[in-house]
């Protein structure tokens, strides 16, 4: 094809040239190192996960993936709902944030500026080991370490009010709602970034992060809301994020547009 761009949609059909475009995006797929992409569907996680593990390195818990949010300080355009609702919930008297998924705190970083006026902030991110690990290495680097905690255990929260989730509720095993509903003390706010919402339909796919491959869920906003509700929660605001599109070469029908925010309380515990 001498450097001509193949569209995989369009030649889908072909069988002969449909074939070779699909083995070389699945080959562009192995071979990634600095992007984020995606192939293929599954029904379940364990399926998803088995297909990541069969590719080479898995998930986030390894020291090549720890690194990659090292220069991660800065706010992206699609932040600002998020932050605006974290400035909100502070301002309101809400106490302290449990940051799930949060790397080595790179929301923090990002929006410490803008939070700076709340100086008895609590912080507290949760994660796999390694990311952790060396999230706690910077933070003391930095000095960072009075006010930014690390955690392995999703059950750290005892005694947060927000719960921060951004682009993580795609790569936990369990939904949010099943994670939470073993909690004695639920969150009175919910903050949710960036989250892979379909408006039609609920599967799985392997995400390539350059490091390591991921299983991926992507749910529709009724299943994300509806095991919230039955928690006690209740939509306060929804958003787009429109600068972050997700691909799935083959599979125009369940590729996403943009990626989806929510703020939710519980029930009786907010103004």
């Known amino acids: 094809m001498n450097g001509v761009h193949i569209d995989p949609e369009a030649w889908a059909g072909w069988p002969l040239i449909g074939g070779m475009v699909r083995r070389r995006a699945r080959e562009a797929f192995l071979a990634n190192r600095h992007r984020n992409l995606f192939f293929g569907l599954h029904d379940t996680w364990e399926a998803a996960a088995a297909a990541a593990a069969a590719l080479g390195p898995a998930g986030y818990d390894n020291e090549a993936s720890s690194r990659l949010y090292e220069s991660r300080v800065r706010m992206d355009p699609h932040d600002y ?3 605006h609702w974290l400035y909100r919930s502070l301002d309101e008297g809400l106490s ?3 940051d799930v998924g949060g790397a080595t705190g790179i929301k923090f970083l990002a929006f410490r500026d803008a939070l700076k ?6 912080w507290r991110v949760q994660d796999v080991p390694a990311m952790v690990e060396h999230g706690r290495r ?3 680097q930095r000095g960072d370490h009075d006010r930014l905690e ?5 059950g750290d929260a005892d005694g ?3 719960l921060f989730a951004s682009g993580v509720l795609q790569y936990l095993p369990a939904t949010l709602a099943e994670l939470l ?8 706010r919910i903050i949710i970034n960036t989250a892979a919402v379909h408006p039609q339909h609920d599967f799985f796919t392997v995400n390539s992060i350059g490091t390591a491959f991921c299983p991926y869920r992507v749910q529709t ?14 939509v306060r605001e929804t958003w787009i994020n429109p600068d972050k599109p997700l691909h799935i070469p083959f599979h125009p029908g369940h590729s996403l547009q943009h990626y989806s925010g929510f703020c939710l309380d519980l029930a009786g515990t907010v103004p």
């Open 81 to 83: 709902p998020s932050l």
């Open 96 to 98: 302290g944030v449990f």
């Open 117 to 122: 006026r709340f100086a008895d902030l609590r």
């Open 138 to 140: 910077l933070a003391e």
């Open 150 to 154: 690390f955690t392995t255990s999703f």
């Open 160 to 162: 947060f009010d927000i």
């Open 181 to 188: 509903g073993g909690w004695r003390r639920l969150p009175r």
């Open 221 to 234: 906003q009724a299943a994300l809301v509806r095991g919230l509700s039955k928690l006690g929660y209740r």
